[in-house]
């Protein structure tokens, strides 16, 4: 097959599964916004009135998950697909790194899971995470984690959702291996954030606390640029992930993740 229908084809798959997935599981989280059905899920609330968007997420300033969503996400499962390895999830993001064409991203943990592979992407000058992709098990192609790595992305969210739309210097530019997504990184954006990774820890745990008893999260969250990312376990396993927003110390559970399997740090 022409190699350039064949990255087309593959191109229009990661598309339709990436933004069925998130879009899918965002409107059916708004339409069910105020329900009590469901674990770790919903929409949050703070003590200032401020009312958080996005499925699974919680305020760390004493709100509840309220809403749809469990361990698992919404429906979406790669059950029938055989898991990705870790040197298959490595290739896959390298691919996608080579396309972005800038030499302070490199790959720092892989965790792999049944439904995708879930990659931290940092910059080496700063050691500061950059972005979250993932890698989907059927086309062993990377995309831009949805969710925060999106939302709350102070630097590089532009970049990413530029990336998912398919818009100029999008995935098609990518998959062609172009380098047209360097334009939406800001030049200068600072680092600080008003919550620290010891109180991001704190918010992780007392949601964890009020939605899933037992679990414990991770003592080191990786920080990235308005917020943080950290998994979880129970009796000693890996069961979950979720981020913590820097600035208003909101938990966003990531639904989307399946069955921990195995990881590596580089």
Excluded: C
């Excluded at 599981?25 to 770790?40: E, H, I, P, V, W």
């Excluded at 790669?78 to 040197?87: G, I, K, P, Q």
């Excluded at 739309?165 to 954006?189: E, K, R």
């Excluded at 009796?235 to 993740?257: E, P, R």
Aim: charged share 15%; proline share 3%.
């Amino acid at each position: 097959m022409n190699r350039i229908i064949r990255n087309t084809l593959i191109v229009i798959a990661v598309l339709v599964l990436a933004g069925g997935v998130f879009f899918s599981g965002n409107m059916y989280a708004r339409t069910t916004a105020f329900g009590s059905t469901g674990m770790m899920g919903g929409y949050g609330w703070n003590s200032g009135g401020n009312t958080g968007y996005g499925p699974g997420m919680m305020s760390g300033q004493g709100g509840y998950g309220m809403g749809p969503g469990r361990m698992g996400g919404y429906g979406y499962s790669n059950a029938s697909v055989t898991a990705l390895t870790l040197a298959d999830a490595k290739a896959a993001a390298e691919i996608y790194l080579t396309a972005l064409d800038n030499p302070d991203f490199k790959i720092s943990e892989i965790m792999i899971f049944d439904n995708n592979a879930y990659v931290v992407v940092t910059e080496e000058s700063t050691g500061l995470g950059a972005f979250e992709l993932l890698v989907d098990p059927l086309s062993q192609v990377a995309y831009p984690e949805h969710g925060p790595n999106i939302m709350w992305n102070l630097k590089y969210g532009g970049l990413n959702h530029e990336y998912m739309m398919g818009g100029q210097g999008g995935m098609m530019n990518v998959m062609m291996g172009g380098n047209g997504l360097s334009s939406a990184i800001p030049a200068d954006i600072s680092s600080d954030m008003t919550v620290s990774p010891e109180k991001a820890i704190e918010y992780a745990q007392a949601y964890l606390d009020a939605n899933l008893a037992g679990a414990t999260a991770a003592a080191d969250p990786v920080k990235f640029y308005g917020y943080y990312t950290l998994d979880f376990e129970r009796d000693g396993v890996v069961v979950g992930m979720l981020s913590v927003n820097g600035f208003s110390g909101q938990v966003f559970l990531h639904t989307w993740h399946g069955t921990f399997i195995e990881e590596l740090e580089y």
